[in-house]
């Protein structure tokens, strides 16, 4: 019988029932019902679990099942009511202790001769992400953003210099590029960096209060040197953004002259993570210590640029720390799929009120509304996964030495802005969910829920406020536009609109020939399709993108004359576009993965899951649909109870499908599940 299939019973506890049946199941058995032994702690998953675990881990399975098996334990996670100083010390120690087996630098170059490798170093954050949050930012901020500014800026003087020290932890480090003045607007940041011919040197200066870099992780305790943006200005000539090395403390850990340091102490989560305010009063360091990849200043004191303009330089250089999104969207995927994995194995367990014929009472999942709270987020989840990979694969071709065009970049960072902003603000949905679906329980702080909840709150506004980010990408979108926005009329800009959008958005997917196909054929008969048809679903996508974005475009050329107001009024709709097209390409990296599954039972449950997502995605959009009559009154209707009908298919299968998801069950930290 298929798992998807098996009916639900109401007797004894779930998590027991899996845990009798695999006793004497010998480990390694296959996909078919019973259960293997796979990856760290020994961990058990059903064959489902299993097959599902390996479909989402995609291409990087090997990578990611070594890291688990590999990956320290015995202090995964903080014990909450520490001090804000204990919380720091613990958390400096772990990091030490995650470098000295390998997850701290990983993939992360040591030299000027050496190869970075984006996937290993990406996987490490994954598996961080599992432990305690404070960790992995402060390991976010040492190696991605302090290291990575020095080896993606630097040149080869200052890798052979600085990155031996900064993957050992012997030289920790800030990423001060954020001022009080100045958070997503990095061009208008107002401290400056000025060149001293009289002595070869550069002058940090921070001469006003909104100079002040704030928010800085190190800044307030444990970094000795910093990362600093700010103005280039040579010969009275402004450069624009550009960063240098500046030592912050001595050996003893007070302020060198010229700098002045603050703690901002607690926050609302990441107690372990020392953010601080950083100062400069005229500063002087030497002239190397400026990283000149792209720009800097030669012997003879004149400025030169491997990139003659100052707009396309500042973004280069700003694209070159894209991994650090990349990252963050993993991140911030990780704590959702934690959070439901708790979340739901409670559901698993704890039962409320008596029904006929359940005595002992109902489990929580047994309720349709507890299923509709958590599966359909489980989906996402399975969604976001899938778009991750395909991310991951991107950056690891152009940062780990494949070919690549610069519009290869771009679209890179477009995309890592993208899923960082849908990931992160999914997880920070999804957890508060999942504390509520487990009542008072999920609010002590021994059931892991509420630290979760604080510490992934911030990623929603660090490496990009992802409203922000969102325009981003709709104003990237909107840029194959500006070569068709002339004299043509409302005709002639639709047939241009169609054309680009056919040729530069749709063909960039792992999936685009079956994409097309499947689109193709649900456009001819839409409304004969059944909810759960997968050409439907792609078509409505593509749908909602291409008349969202065509719109746009159309009422963006109106107010394109330097009218703030009038782009202003934009803004929501910029926002729609860019959620649009991010869901497009999600669904299109879902199909992708369930058409690499060679597992059957694990590719049924994908098929699901996979109309899962798309049908809440469409019945969040469902007026947008109806107003513009893209689906009918009555079809619009039959979405929630298609949706409702998938959640009691899948019910069954649910510890299946947070095993899928790659979170250890003893990974989880949650008081109530290690009864």
């Not at 480990?27 to 479909?55: F, H, I, K, N, Y």
């Not at 399975?61 to 613990?90: N, V």
């Not at 000295?100 to 050496?114: L, R, V």
């Not at 290291?147 to 210099?161: E, F, P, Q």
């Amino acid at each position: 019988m298929s798992l998807l299939t098996a009916p639900s019973t109401s007797s004894g506890s779930e998590k027991d029932r899996s845990a009798a049946s695999v006793a004497d199941v010998p480990t390694g058995s296959g996909p078919d019902g019973a259960t293997e032994r796979v990856g760290a702690a020994a961990d058990r998953l059903t064959g489902l679990g299993a097959g599902l675990r390996r479909a989402l881990d995609g291409q990087f399975a090997g990578q990611r099942e070594a890291a688990r098996e590999s990956f320290p334990t015995e202090r995964l996670h903080r014990e909450p009511g520490q001090s804000i100083e204990e919380a720091r010390d613990w958390v400096l120690a772990r990091l030490a202790e995650l470098s000295d087996a390998g997850f701290g630098a990983a993939g992360i170059i040591t030299g000027a001769e050496d190869t970075p490798d984006p996937a290993a170093a990406v996987v490490a954050f994954e598996m961080l992400a599992h432990g305690d949050l404070s960790t992995l930012i402060k390991s976010g901020v040492q190696f991605g953003l302090f290291g990575g500014a020095v080896t993606n800026l630097g040149t080869s003087w200052h890798h052979d210099t600085f990155m031996p020290d900064i993957t050992s932890l012997k030289l920790l480090g800030c990423f001060a590029m954020t001022e009080l003045g100045h958070g997503s607007d990095v061009a208008g940041i107002e401290t400056t960096i000025t060149y001293v011919p009289e002595s070869d040197e550069f002058e940090v200066l921070s001469e006003t209060p909104g100079a002040t870099k704030a928010y800085i992780g190190n800044a307030a305790r444990d970094g000795s040197m910093a990362v600093v943006f700010g103005q280039l200005l040579v010969r009275g000539r402004n450069h624009g953004v550009h960063a240098i090395l500046v030592p912050i403390r001595d050996a003893d850990g007070s302020d060198l002259p010229g700098v002045t340091t603050g703690d901002q102490g607690l926050k609302g989560g990441l107690l372990g993570i020392d953010n601080g305010t950083i100062r400069f009063d005229r500063v002087r360091v030497p002239r190397r210590m400026l990283l000149d990849r792209y720009g800097g200043v030669d012997d003879t004191g004149t400025y030169h640029a491997e990139i003659d303009n100052p707009n396309r330089r500042f973004f280069t250089m700003l694209g070159t720390l894209v991994r650090g999104r990349v990252c963050i969207a993993a991140g911030g995927g990780i704590a959702a799929r934690r959070a439901l994995s708790i979340a739901t194995r409670y559901g698993l367990e704890r039962r409320q009120f008596t029904a006929p014929g359940r005595p002992d009472g109902v489990i929580l999942l047994d309720y349709l509304t507890h299923q509709r709270r958590l599966l359909p987020a489980i989906a996402r989840s399975y969604a976001f996964g899938f778009a991750q990979n395909e991310l991951t694969a991107a950056l690891v071709r152009i940062q780990g030495g494949g070919e690549h065009t610069e519009r290869d970049q771009r679209e890179l960072e477009t995309r890592a802005a993208g899923l960082k902003a849908m990931t992160t603000r999914f997880a920070n949905d999804t957890i508060q969910v999942c504390r509520e679906a487990c009542g008072g329980a999920g609010y002590m702080s021994g059931n892991a829920l509420v630290g979760l909840r604080a510490d992934a709150d911030i990623f929603a506004t660090f490496e990009g406020d992802n409203t922000v980010l969102l325009q981003l990408v709709a104003k990237a979108l909107l840029t194959e536009y500006k070569q068709v926005w002339g004299d043509l009329d409302r005709v002639g800009m639709v047939q241009a609109t169609a054309r680009v959008v056919g040729q530069t958005v749709l063909e960039r997917t792992a999936a685009n020939v079956l994409i097309e196909r499947l689109v193709a054929t649900a456009r001819r008969r839409s409304e004969d399709l059944t909810m759960v048809d997968r050409g439907w679903h792609a078509l409505m996508f593509d749908e909602r993108e291409r008349h969202s974005l065509e719109s746009l475009a159309r009422r963006m050329r109106r107010a394109s004359r330097g009218d703030f107001e009038a782009v202003n009024r934009l803004q929501d709709h910029m926002l729609f576009v860019a959620r649009a097209h991010l869901e497009r390409v999600t669904l299109e990296a879902f199909i992708a993965g369930i058409d690499a599954c060679t597992d059957p039972e694990a590719r049924q449950a994908l098929e699901r899951l996979c109309s899962l997502y798309a049908l809440s995605s469409i019945n969040e959009d469902r007026a947008w649909y109806l107003e513009h009559s893209r689906i009918s009154t009555g079809r619009a209707k039959a979405i929630g109870a298609q949706i409702n009908a998938l959640c009691l298919e899948l019910r069954p299968v649910a510890l299946p499908l947070v095993e899928g998801l790659g979170v250890p069950e003893s990974w989880l930290g949650a008081d109530f599940l290690a009864r």
